[in-house]
C-alpha cells in the first residue's frame, strides 16, 4: 500500500504562521504605550487623574504635567512609575487654570528626554465657560545637543567661567514654599523661571528631572542655603546655582531668591519682589529672569 508522507516544507511554514500569528497577537494585546486622564476639562480646583498603559514597569520612568506648549524637557509636576507596573493611575495636584499635556517618558534611563505617549487636557476657571485662558505661549522644545542632558551622577570639577567664552551652565533650585498655601507657587516660580526664553537662549540651564535625579542619588537636598547651594553647583559642574523662598500673606504673593557663583563660592545678587495673583507672579518672574542675565553675565566678564 503506498503511504502519503506530509511534506516537511508544509509543516515548517505551518509552524511558523502559528508562531507569527501568536506573536502579533500577543504585540496587539500590549498595545503602544498610552497615557489618559479621566476628563478632558477640569473645573478648577480639582486632582487630576492620569491612567497609563502598556508601560515597560521601570522604576526611573515617570509621568508629568506640564503647559500646554512646554518644552519636552520640562519636567513639570512629575511623578515616578510604580515598579513593575504596566498599567495603572497616578492622582497629581489640582493645577491652575489653563492648557496642559500629559506627557510619558519610558525607558528614561536609557531614551532621556523622549516622550512615549502624550495627552492634552485643559483647567477651566471657576464661573468661567469650557474656553480657558491659554498660558503664555512656551517656545519649542530645544534640540538634544543643547540641554546639557545625562550628566553622570558623580562629583563633577567646577568650572571657572570668569573668562571663558560660550554659555554658563546655570542650575534652578526649587523655590522653597514657606507656608502651605505658597506650594503651588514655588512651582510656577521654578517652573517659569526655568524655561524663560531668555534663559533658555542665554545659558545652558539643568532641566529640573537632571537635578531631581542627581540630588536622589547623592542624597542631596536643594535650598537657598548658600554653602549648600555652592556644594551642589560645584559637584554638578554648574557655574551660577539660582534658589529662593516663597511665601503667600492674603492675595500677596512674596518671593525672595539669590545667585551664587561657583567661582567666587559664595552669593553675588540677591533680590525679592511683591505680586498680587498668579499672572501678575508669572510677569515678576519674568522680569526677574532679565535681571538674572545681566547679573550672570556681568560675573562672567
Not at 14 to 27: D, P, Q, V
Not at 76 to 105: H, I, W
Not at 113 to 129: D, E
Not at 275 to 298: F, P
Request: charged share 20%; net charge neutral; proline share 7%.
Amino acid at each position: 500500500m503506498r503511504q502519503i508522507r506530509p511534506q516537511l516544507p508544509f509543516i515548517f511554514f505551518f509552524i511558523f504562521a502559528l508562531c507569527f500569528l501568536f506573536s502579533a497577537g500577543a504585540a496587539f494585546a500590549q498595545g503602544a504605550p498610552q497615557v489618559k486622564t479621566d476628563k478632558d476639562v477640569y473645573s478648577e480646583g480639582e486632582k487630576v487623574q492620569v491612567n497609563f498603559f502598556s508601560a515597560p514597569g521601570y522604576s526611573r520612568d515617570w509621568i508629568c504635567i506640564v503647559a500646554a506648549g512646554s518644552p519636552d524637557t520640562d519636567a513639570g509636576d512629575y511623578q515616578y512609575m510604580p515598579n513593575g507596573e504596566s498599567q495603572g493611575v497616578l492622582t497629581f495636584d489640582a493645577p491652575a487654570p489653563g492648557k496642559y499635556e500629559v506627557r510619558a517618558y519610558y525607558n528614561y534611563s536609557r531614551n532621556g528626554y523622549v516622550v512615549s505617549a502624550r495627552h492634552s487636557f485643559s483647567v477651566a476657571a471657576k464661573g468661567a465657560p469650557v474656553a480657558v485662558v491659554a498660558p503664555p505661549a512656551r517656545p519649542a522644545a530645544q534640540p538634544p545637543a543643547a540641554r546639557p542632558a545625562e550628566k553622570p551622577v558623580e562629583s563633577m570639577p567646577a568650572e571657572d567661567f570668569s573668562g571663558a567664552s560660550g554659555p554658563a551652565n546655570v542650575a534652578v533650585f526649587h523655590f522653597t514654599p514657606l507656608s502651605m498655601d505658597a506650594s503651588h507657587y514655588g512651582i510656577t516660580v521654578t517652573n517659569t523661571l526655568i524655561n524663560s526664553p531668555g534663559m533658555q537662549q542665554a545659558f545652558l540651564v539643568l532641566p529640573r528631572k537632571d537635578l531631581e535625579l542627581f540630588l536622589s542619588a547623592n542624597n542631596l537636598q536643594q535650598n537657598d542655603q548658600v554653602d549648600n547651594m555652592v556644594e551642589i553647583g560645584t559637584r554638578l559642574g554648574m557655574n551660577f546655582v539660582i534658589a529662593g523662598t516663597i511665601t503667600k500673606r492674603g492675595s500677596t504673593i512674596s518671593t525672595s531668591y539669590k545667585i551664587a557663583s561657583m567661582a567666587r563660592r559664595g552669593v553675588i545678587h540677591k533680590g525679592q519682589f511683591t505680586s498680587s495673583g498668579e499672572a501678575d507672579l508669572i510677569h515678576h518672574v519674568e522680569k526677574m529672569s532679565e535681571d538674572v542675565i545681566a547679573v550672570i553675565r556681568r560675573s562672567a566678564r
